[in-house]
């Protein structure tokens, strides 16, 4: 599904910002791929675009990329808001025309948002993740580095209270002027909430201050695709 928090499990679950957390649905357009080495296991964790029904040729695809994905892996992780349980099979979600061919795991996401009393029943059939609470910790033990300050900060966000994130990270921008991350992010965050103009300032420079990132790059095409649609 969109906008489940992929990205962010993927961050959390490597220990490096790899993956654009954005409170947009389809931040994700291409497959990220993590790696974790623990003694002489290594996992690999592919984080993939949503599964929706496409609507125009990018989407489309988006979407071939993360169906061939699926054929490729050992475990499927179905990620859920916990606030939305059950989940749906991920089949009728995904609009599949069949069983995906290996084992799937749902996830319930953004656990953060339920009580433990609304959480104790999901436990029994599925895993209860928040990024939230894993950023934040992160955060402590890295008080330095914007990157994890950051992931921190997005992680807090939701769609009914976007003022807490924006309080997490707006400050951000005068701890870490020139980092790119920063600024993409509260970006994304003020087109959210439609505020544009300021949002395509933060993208213009996380782009300036560090060109060759992964944000400047994503910066750089979220403005040109505003600009295609009209707006500047």
Do not use: C
């Not at 054929?71 to 059950?86: C, F, G, N, T, Y």
């Not at 009914?160 to 020139?178: E, S």
């Amino acid at each position: 599904m969109p906008n489940v928090g992929k990205s962010s499990l993927l961050n959390a679950l490597v220990g490096q910002h790899l993956a654009i957390v954005s409170p947009r649905a389809q931040a994700t357009r291409l497959p990220v791929v993590g790696l974790l080495t623990q003694g002489d296991t290594q996992f690999i964790f592919h984080d993939l675009p949503g599964l929706l029904e496409p609507s125009y040729l990018m989407q489309a695809r988006m979407r071939e990329l993360a169906l061939d994905a699926l054929r490729r892996v050992d475990v499927v992780l179905h990620l859920h808001p916990a606030s939305e349980a059950p989940a749906p099979p991920l089949e009728r979600v995904a609009r599949l025309d069949g069983p995906i061919p290996t084992r799937v795991l749902t996830v319930y996401t953004k656990g953060d948002l339920v009580s433990p009393a609304g959480g104790a029943g999901l436990t029994d059939h599925a895993l209860i993740v928040s990024a939230e609470r894993q950023f934040e910790a992160a955060a402590r033990l890295a008080p330095n580095d914007s990157t994890v300050r950051t992931a921190a900060a997005v992680a807090a966000f939701t769609k009914l209270d976007p003022v807490r994130a924006f309080g997490r990270l707006g400050p951000l921008t005068g701890r870490f002027p020139k980092a790119a991350v920063v600024r993409f992010h509260l970006g994304l965050l003020l087109l959210w909430t439609r505020q544009l103009a300021k949002g395509v300032d933060q993208f213009r420079l996380a782009a300036a201050d560090e060109p060759g990132s992964v944000y400047a790059t994503e910066a750089r095409q979220f403005i040109a695709d505003l600009g295609k649609s009209g707006t500047k």
